[in-house]
């Protein structure tokens, strides 16, 4: 009996350990930052900069941990947006003027208000890993459209003397335009085209802390407009109510548990 007591004793510790272990480190975490004891994450934000096919951007983002692998929340986005077909040209006679683009008569932007939901599809197994999610995005549209202004020579070159004009492609040929005007000219006369947009896509976070993100997504982005949106006069392209767009969109951002981010950080 006193000399199988050892072999007991031994075995005892063996299978105590583990269950130490356990007990300090609740999830996986740990093995890969190294901090202690895990904190759940409940709250995330971010703000991102957005790259699209046919302009740029920028936004910010809201959300809840709804479990370990799935993040839902709001999102609020403005961007530029630019006609295919959109050209820019100058006088060839004053050198000096302003480039500008024949043919458009309105600067386009959209504001998006979404809701987002994130699924985590491979989690992050080292430090400098990648967490790798699917993304959606959904929700309401508003098109802001400001029409351009141009300066217009008169009589005929040379010119005599210059207006500030809307441009109109009925009146305001190639020969009689200057250049373009100043950016402010037309903000007392914007045009709302409301609408609805949906966005499907892939995301990619690369930081090495636990509190602080670095995303970096790739998605493809459908908007639609109750009416066409007009950014190209309608005598040389004809306005479209859907616009496809693929987006890119690099994010910075922090995560933090509900008592809160300081708390999380000391």
């Not at 709302?192 to 670095?214: K, V, Y």
Request: proline share 5%; aromatic share 12%.
């Amino acid at each position: 009996m006193l000399k199988s007591f050892p072999y007991m004793w031994l075995a005892g510790v063996l299978t105590i350990s583990p269950l130490m272990a356990c007990a300090q480190s609740g999830t996986g975490f740990d093995a890969v930052y190294g901090e202690g004891v895990d904190l759940v994450l409940t709250d995330a934000a971010r703000f991102h900069i957005t790259l699209h096919s046919q302009g740029a951007g920028f936004g910010v983002q809201r959300g809840k941990y709804k479990g370990a692998f799935k993040q839902c929340g709001w999102q609020a986005e403005l961007v530029f947006v630019r006609h295919p077909k959109e050209e820019k040209t100058r006088n060839p006679v004053y050198e000096e003027s302003l480039p500008y683009i024949y043919g458009k008569v309105n600067a386009h932007h959209a504001l998006r208000i979404q809701r987002f939901r994130t699924e985590t599809l491979s989690e992050k197994y080292r430090q400098n890993g990648v967490t790798v999610m699917r993304t959606r995005h959904y929700g309401a549209l508003l098109g802001v459209a400001k029409p351009v202004f141009l300066e217009i020579g008169y009589p005929e070159i040379p010119y005599t003397s210059l207006e500030v004009e809307r441009y109109n492609p009925e009146t305001h040929f190639s020969d009689r335009i200057y250049g373009r005007a100043p950016w402010v000219n037309g903000l007392e006369s914007l045009e709302m085209n409301p609408g609805l947009c949906w966005s499907e896509g892939m995301a990619f976070e690369f930081h090495d802390s636990r509190t602080s993100t670095r995303t970096l997504e790739a998605a493809v982005n459908v908007d639609l407009y109750l009416r066409p949106a007009e950014i190209m006069a309608s005598q040389f392209v004809r306005p479209s109510r859907i616009h496809l767009t693929f987006v890119l969109r690099y994010a910075w951002g922090a995560q933090w548990s509900a008592k809160g981010l300081g708390d999380v950080v000391s």
